[in-house]
């Protein structure tokens, strides 16, 4: 098993460009969570998707848009990138939607490096 | 609101003394409670996860404890190893906001050889 894997790993975009974050995971878990972390704010939320069919905002989601392709994949898309989207990208996956108790644990991706000029 | 806190941010000590780390958050009403691992430059690395109903966890060298009506856990490594040097986060999941996690600032270890 790969777990979660993301492309590309770094990336380098001018100010208004797009592009398109790609995950996937081979654990057939059924939730998946874009996260960006920045020095000094920690891991914040941007989009979850609890299953197939559903996307909801996290915490920063402004400028961003995401698309549940399948149950394995989940993308992330800025539309119009600005250097406050300088950060790196984590995607993960559980089993289930982080709702209600549960012995769910979230895995994580290796991350893809962003930088807007 | 929930918010995470782990202090120190940084901490030195020489290979084969016991790490402790601090976690705390300021709502108890958690589900649980999960310690990851982070290399420089990779992603996280799930190492334990705290069920709210639990007072502790443990993986070879590694025991997590829970105090959630105080709103603490902590994250014990013993006989440090130069390969334990990470940065070692905290982050709860919550009854309230969406039941998202709520990830701590993190403490960067340093295990000196």
């Known amino acids: 098993n790969a777990g979660v894997t993301q492309t590309p790993k770094f990336q380098v975009l001018k100010t208004g460009q797009s592009m398109t974050l790609q995950c996937a995971q081979d654990?057939?878990?059924?939730?998946m969570y874009w996260y960006r972390q920045d020095p000094g704010m920690g891991l914040r939320l941007i989009y979850y998707?609890?299953?197939?069919?559903?996307?909801d905002k996290g915490e920063v989601p402004n400028g961003y848009n995401v698309s549940r392709l399948n149950k394995r994949e989940f993308s992330l898309r800025l539309e119009s990138a600005a250097p406050s989207q300088t950060s790196v990208y984590f995607c993960?996956?559980?089993?289930?939607?982080?709702?209600?108790?549960?012995?769910?644990?979230?895995?994580f991706g290796p991350g893809t490096r962003l930088t807007v000029l | 609101k929930q918010e995470v806190t782990q202090i120190p941010a940084a901490l030195s000590v020489p290979e084969g003394e016991n790490l402790v780390l601090n976690c705390s958050f300021t709502?108890?009403?958690?589900?649980?409670l999960q310690w990851f691992r982070q290399d420089p430059g990779k992603g996280l690395t799930s190492l334990l996860l705290?069920?709210?109903?639990?007072r502790e966890q443990t993986s070879g060298r590694l025991n997590a404890s829970l105090d959630k009506s105080s709103g603490r856990s902590t994250l014990y490594i013993a006989a440090s190893q130069p390969g334990d040097s990470a940065t070692y986060l905290c982050?709860?999941?919550?009854?309230?906001?969406?039941?998202?996690?709520?990830f701590g600032g993190g403490t960067r270890v340093l295990v000196k050889p």
């Open positions: 993960a996956s559980s089993p289930r939607v982080l709702a209600g108790p549960s012995y769910n644990e979230q895995f």
């Open positions: 654990m057939n878990h059924n939730s």
């Open positions: 998707s609890a299953s197939e069919g559903t996307t």
């Open positions: 709502d108890s009403a958690i589900y649980n």
């Open positions: 705290i069920q709210s109903s639990q």
């Open positions: 982050a709860v999941r919550g009854r309230a906001a969406g039941n998202k996690l709520t």
